[in-house]
């Protein structure tokens, strides 16, 4: 079992930054790929970044790409997701989220998740 505790989420303006928080605990030492999520009202759940725990290896959607970065420590078994220059469409509840099998991209290859946190981008 692995558990999962987003932290960071908030109300900000557009153009301003966000650093969401994700603490892992449990049997970490399986895990493959910590991911990033996102949910908006009415809206599937998209995926957003990715990185595997052991090495360099980090995934982004086209949507967020040069604006948020998705890192880790390994001591602290955290991975954080830096959002830079936020727009409204990034508004959304994350999620963070744990994969055994390696495969980053869909949601439905994620075994463990966490509750998700609220981002709020205002105009």
């Known amino acids: 079992q692995v558990q999962l505790v987003e932290s960071g989420g908030g109300l900000v303006q557009a153009g301003g930054s966000l650093r969401l928080s994700c603490a892992a605990s449990g049997r970490t030492f399986s895990t493959y790929v910590m991911g990033w999520f996102r949910q908006a009202p009415g809206k599937e759940r998209q995926f957003v970044a990715a990185?595997?725990?052991?090495?360099?290896?980090?995934y982004y959607a086209d949507s967020v790409k040069g604006r948020f970065t998705i890192s880790r420590d390994n001591a602290k078994n955290t991975v954080y997701l830096q959002m830079n220059s936020l727009k409204p469409e990034d508004t959304a509840v994350y999620y963070c989220?744990?994969?055994?099998?390696?495969?980053?991209?869909?949601?439905?290859?994620?075994?463990?998740w966490g509750q998700g946190t609220q981002v709020t981008v205002s105009s």
């Open positions: 989220a744990a994969s055994l099998s390696g495969n980053y991209l869909y949601g439905s290859s994620y075994d463990y």
């Open positions: 990185i595997r725990w052991r090495g360099s290896s980090t």
